[in-house]
Nanobody
Framework: QVQLVESGGGLVQPGGSLRLSCAVS????????MGWYRQAPGKQRELVAV???????KYPDSVKGRFTISRDVAKNTVNLQMNSLKPEDTAVYYC??????????????????WGQGTQVTVSS
């Protein structure tokens, strides 16, 4: 059974940082493309980062240069380092596994597996 469990969310001031982690079980995070999405109230879910099985990464312009996706093979986790956070980054962040990675937009077609989400709130 595949399970994804996100952690690391919370309340942070503008300009601050958070590191989200997605613990993966049932499949390998190393051999699958993995993505992070977010959904703010009243908005559609949007991709914020993807990493291919080969380690290639893609980001939308809204987070490029601020967010970094990585994987820890030993722990079978996928992480999202978020720096210079803005109030508009406030959302529930979700991990997705086993999607399809593309070199061009939209960069990632999500797989069947989703985590439960973790809330990130950026506010002073």
């Amino acid at each position: 059974q595949v399970q994804l469990v996100e952690s690391g969310g919370g309340l942070v001031q503008p300009g601050g940082s958070l590191r989200l982690s997605c613990a993966v079980s049932g499949i390998s995070s190393r051999t699958n493309a993995m993505g992070w999405y977010r959904q703010a109230p009243g908005k559609q879910r949007e991709l914020v980062a993807v990493i291919s099985s080969g380690g290639l990464t893609k980001y939308p312009d809204s987070v490029k240069g601020r967010f970094t996706i990585s994987r820890d093979v030993a722990k079978n986790t996928v992480n999202l380092q978020m720096n210079s956070l803005k109030p508009e980054d406030t959302a529930v962040y979700y991990c997705n596994a086993a999607g399809i990675y593309y070199n061009r937009s939209p960069y990632y077609d999500p797989g069947h597996y989703w985590g439960q989400g973790t809330q990130v709130t950026v506010s002073s």
